[in-house]
């Protein structure tokens, strides 16, 4: 199975035929730039394209009144002041002789996207079509839009295919009132959508586009607005979203279907919405949105008036639908002061209708939860004996490497006999090894932990690794004995370091104690140790390339900002808050170059956490993954691990449970530490350093804008003209 296109190129006949400022941007442009994106990027023929046809008054009646559907029919026999006329009849609507032919093909582009999906004909898809609908009513046409596409899709699946649990995700920056209205009581449908809203006065200035706004009836609760209140909103706000709102809420929903409401004018550059959120963000919401429904995603184009943005957005969400790594992710992961009050008014008003939400309480610290010693944790930019300076540490910190589209997915190198035998489909078996004096070169500090036997598997390891570095493979799985498994990864910690000069994200299970000592160089390069405990600026520094992350015991425990330890959540809530509230923050926060994914003895993971864990790690770091097994567990989870790696849907936790009082506790602990350093943890900002921290992201954005193709234009042909708002600055002279 694969990724559907769906398109007519009769969706571009509609345009404006007099002048309204207010309707030029929705011109057929819009469509001929995504697609020609597509193809310019050879993802159209990656695709299984589709041809739209035209849905039926039968179909169209699932959402729509008969008179409003025989009204614009209509349409196609009005002279040009005729339609002027009935144009303003609605807001912000143009009619013209072709909108019936064209507002039809747009929703049965729809329907044949999910028909493709539901029928196993392709695993997940894109239609790209115009007009948009999530605006328009069961009786009206509103905000350019005619029918509306995404809720007749959503009709038609549970119509046709008996589905009870639809979630459709609304990024456009115009609140979809359209779709709350058609299900504003249905529990089988959750809607979210974030959109400007500056308090009520930005477009549609409707009160019910706020937060406490949640569905009536039985609705109650499957409505969820986020509203943004100011504009400048980017990437961090994005993912803050997402982590802290819709996720743990569509993980309790559990769908059986996800239709996106795909509006790029909530990216970079976009005139009407204003925000910062650059292309390669909709890479990642992607991304994280495929471990619902079983991967079943269908996209649907709303909004997006700015052409080169349009396009870029458009296919950083098909590049990852097709299982393509995410890009790296630039700019600060600082959410801002509003987003991050907004989010918080979402989560008060939700709370009472979702266990996901209660479960995250202010912690109550006891002797279980504690940093060592009773010591307070260094903050960003602190040292016990020397003072470091933000913009004097290295850019490594800053620089996130680029991640080609390496040639082979998933290799493995496992010394289990018959842990290959159960392996799925596309699997490389490396055959490969480092050299073994040179394998013994950078083991000689851990001789103690290494019998002849392990040099072997530690060499092959090595191998994965530096495929994984050099961009040769995506990700891997290896072996390594028990005994040996704290020694190998601090192998490959070094060698990390000492080759690339990586970002290591390193997420430890089980009885594995992170090494205390870490060289600074290769084999052959001296025997000088950088203790961890040492206090120069360059142990520090070090220090600060290194998450380290040990899931273990009972407790949770914070030795520094980058060194933490938390217990392993029974309950499906615990594990999911744990994931989503603490281990993607870090991630996302950190942006590592890769991860080290190790699970040593009495690890406790279950195959479906396993592969939940794994496929959630992929995103931060565009499945730059090495995850190293112990060997007793590697017959139970090789599949399930390669499966994950390679992209596959996770399967399912379980019946959704709230996390016990033990796991609440761990939890929040570990984020009121780790907060003053790891802002996507935080769900409101302290105010120290605020000021600094909105300066910074403004001037990455006009930075931004500046160097890229989206400096400020409308998307009309000939007519590039600055438009106002923050990171919108004409280019410099």
């Avoid at 898809?125 to 009206?140: E, K, T």
Wanted: glycine share 8%; net charge negative; proline share 7%.
């Amino acid at each position: 199975m694969g990724t559907a296109l769906v398109y007519h190129e009769d969706m571009t006949a509609t345009r404006l035929l007099w002048d309204d400022p207010e309707c030029e941007i929705e011109c057929p442009e819009r469509l001929t730039a995504a697609l020609d994106g597509l193809r310019q990027c050879g993802l159209e023929e990656r695709c299984l394209c589709l041809t739209a046809c035209e849905a039926s008054e039968e179909e169209l009646g699932l959402v729509h009144s008969p008179e409003y559907i025989a009204l614009v029919q209509k349409t196609q026999t009005l002279d040009k002041e005729e339609l002027h006329a009935l144009s303003k009849q609605y807001d912000a609507v143009y009619f013209h002789p072709d909108t019936f032919h064209c507002a039809r093909l747009a929703a049965g582009a729809a329907l044949k996207l999910v028909d493709a999906v539901l029928t196993g004909a392709v695993h997940n898809g894109v239609a790209l079509v115009r007009p948009p609908g999530h605006h328009s009513q069961r009786a009206a046409a509103n905000g350019f839009c005619v029918f509306n596409n995404v809720a007749i899709a959503a009709k038609h699946a549970k119509q046709k295919y008996g589905l009870q649990r639809i979630l459709i995700v609304d990024w456009d920056v115009h609140h979809g009132q359209g779709i709350q209205y058609i299900f504003n009581d249905d529990p089988s449908v959750l809607y979210f959508s974030w959109h400007r809203y500056e308090h009520g006065r930005f477009w549609p200035f409707l009160p019910e586009s706020d937060a406490d706004a949640v569905g009536q009836g039985q609705g109650q609760g499957f409505t969820v607005n986020l509203p943004w209140n100011q504009i400048g909103m980017g990437n961090a706000d994005y993912l803050a979203a997402f982590l802290h709102v819709l996720l743990p809420l569509a993980f309790e929903f559990d769908p059986e279907l996800v239709l996106v409401s795909a509006g790029f004018d909530s990216a970079i550059g976009d005139p009407e919405g204003q925000m910062q959120a650059t292309p390669e963000c909709f890479a990642h919401l992607t991304q994280l949105l495929q471990v619902l429904a079983g991967g079943r995603i269908c996209a649907v184009l709303e909004g997006g008036y700015h052409l080169e943005s349009l396009s870029q957005s458009v296919c950083m969400m098909v590049q990852t639908l097709l299982g393509d790594p995410t890009p790296p992710l630039l700019g600060l992961m600082v959410p801002c002061q509003s987003a991050l009050e907004s989010i918080q008014s979402v989560r008060t008003a939700q709370t009472p209708h979702w266990i996901s939400l209660r479960q995250n309480v202010a912690p109550v610290l006891s002797s279980s939860t504690h940093s060592p010693e009773g010591r307070s944790l260094p903050l960003l930019g602190e040292s016990r004996t020397c003072a470091i300076a933000e913009d004097s540490l290295s850019p490594l910190l800053d620089r996130p490497c680029l991640r080609p589209n390496p040639p082979v997915c998933t290799a493995v190198a496992l010394t289990v006999p018959g842990a290959a035998l159960a392996l799925p489909p596309g699997v490389l078996h490396q055959e490969g090894s480092v050299l073994r004096e040179e394998t013994k070169a950078w083991a000689r500090l851990h001789k103690s932990r290494f019998q002849d036997e392990d040099f072997a598997a530690l060499g092959k390891s090595l191998c994965l690794l530096d495929g994984i570095l050099d961009g040769q493979v995506r990700n891997a799985i290896a072996t390594t004995t028990a005994l040996a498994t704290v020694a190998t990864l601090d192998v490959l910690i070094q060698r990390c370091l000492a080759y690339k000069g990586q970002r290591v994200l390193c997420v430890a299970l089980g009885q594995l104690d992170r090494p205390l000592d870490l060289a600074d160089d290769g084999p052959g390069k001296g025997e000088q140790r950088l203790m961890y405990m040492c206090t120069c600026p360059w142990c520090f520094l070090l220090r600060r390339r290194i998450l380290w992350l040990n899931i273990r015991g009972k407790e949770a425990a914070t030795w520094s900002m980058f060194h933490f330890s938390a217990p392993l959540p029974q309950t499906t809530g615990g594990f999911l808050s744990f994931i989503l509230g603490l281990l993607l923050p870090l991630a996302y926060g950190f942006q590592p170059d890769v991860v080290l994914m190790a699970l040593g003895p009495a690890h406790g993971l279950q195959n479906a956490q396993a592969a939940l864990l794994a496929t959630m790690l992929r995103s931060p770091v565009g499945s730059r993954i090495l995850a190293v097994v112990e060997e007793e567990s590697i017959l139970q989870l090789a599949r399930t691990l390669a499966q994950a790696l390679l992209g596959e849907t996770p399967p399912s936790l379980g019946p959704f449970s709230m996390a016990s009082p033990e796991e609440i506790q761990a939890l929040m602990f570990l984020k009121a530490q780790l907060e003053p350093r790891w802002k996507l943890l935080q769900l409101l900002h302290h105010n120290r350093d605020h000021q600094s921290l909105e300066i910074n992201r403004s001037r990455w954005a006009d930075s931004y804008l500046r160097k890229s193709a989206l400096g400020p234009q409308r998307t009309v042909a000939g007519d590039l003209r600055p438009v106002g708002g923050p990171g919108f600055l004409p280019p410099e002279q």
